[in-house]
């Protein structure tokens, strides 16, 4: 299982930005996904999670902010991400539990300047 995550950079507050995490070395619909982010001297945290059957949860501090999507037929996880604010500054990580192991992909680091 590998994980790709990609997109991020530097935005000012009220901006956007779309994360992508590409999968690969399982069958991708057959698994939920998840985005976690970390922020500088914090735990990592869980933003949001998308089901194999597409059913979606999100963070309390992102609900009507950010969007999480799939893309089965590319093996492709998607976050977009608005309104951001300097609270939304980590590291984002995609992440799918196979068989029990959870697998991390390398994050993409998410800079939001007030």
């Known amino acids: 299982v590998q994980l790709q995550a990609s997109g991020g950079g530097l935005v000012q507050a009220g901006g956007s930005l779309r994360l992508s995490c590409a999968a690969s070395g399982y069958i991708f619909s057959a698994y939920g996904m998840g985005w976690y982010r970390q922020a500088p001297g914090k735990q990592r945290e869980l933003v949001a999670t998308?089901?194999?059957?597409?059913?979606?949860y999100y963070a309390d501090s992102v609900k009507g902010r950010f969007t999480i999507s799939r893309d089965n037929a590319e093996s492709m996880m998607f976050l977009e991400m608005n309104s951001l604010n300097p609270g939304g500054t980590a590291v984002y990580y995609c992440?799918?539990?196979?068989?029990?192991?959870?697998?991390w992909g390398k994050g993409t680091l998410v800079t939001v300047s007030s």
């Open positions: 998308i089901g194999r059957g597409g059913t979606r």
């Open positions: 992440n799918t539990v196979v068989g029990g192991v959870n697998y």
